[in-house]
Nanobody, 131 residues
Framework: QVQLVESGGGLVQAGGSLRLSCAVS????????MGWFRQAPGKEREFVAA????????YYTDSMKGRFTISRDSAKNTVYLQMNSLKPEDTAVYSC????????????????????????WGQGTQVTVSS
């Protein structure tokens, strides 16, 4: 049974930092991309960052580039999201996901930033940034 379990969320003041972890169990994802998404109340799910499990290439939403860093530890089967200089607008539930993206499937292209391209999801961890 595949499980993705996030941890590391919490309450932090603006300007502070948090490191989220996503522990993966049940299978290996050597050909997959691991992604972080977030969803704030009343808003759509938003792509944050992604990393290729094999090779470690990283991808970010432009607005978070420079503040957030995604990484992975293959030995621990864990993906991280280091978040610095946090702002109140970063408040959201952060979820990690695994999927064979980017890919074409049934005539549709699924980029790394598309949540629908990911097959496995964690339960999410709440990040709250106070002003």
């Amino acid at each position: 049974q595949v499980q993705l379990v996030e941890s590391g969320g919490g309450l932090v003041q603006a300007g502070g930092s948090l490191r989220l972890s996503c522990a993966v169990s049940g299978r290996t994802f050597s050909s997959y991309t691991m992604g972080w998404f977030r969803q704030a109340p009343g808003k759509e799910r938003e792509f944050v960052a992604a990393i290729a499990w094999s090779g470690g290439n990283t991808y970010y939403t432009d607005s978070m580039k420079g503040r957030f860093t995604i990484s992975r530890d293959s030995a621990k089967n864990t993906v991280y999201l280091q978040m610095n200089s946090l702002k109140p607008e970063d408040t959201a539930v952060y979820s990690c996901a695994a999927g064979p993206v980017p890919r074409y499937y049934s005539g549709t292209y699924y980029p790394r930033s598309s949540a629908t391209g990911y097959d496995y999801w964690g339960q999410g961890t709440q990040v709250t940034v106070s002003s």
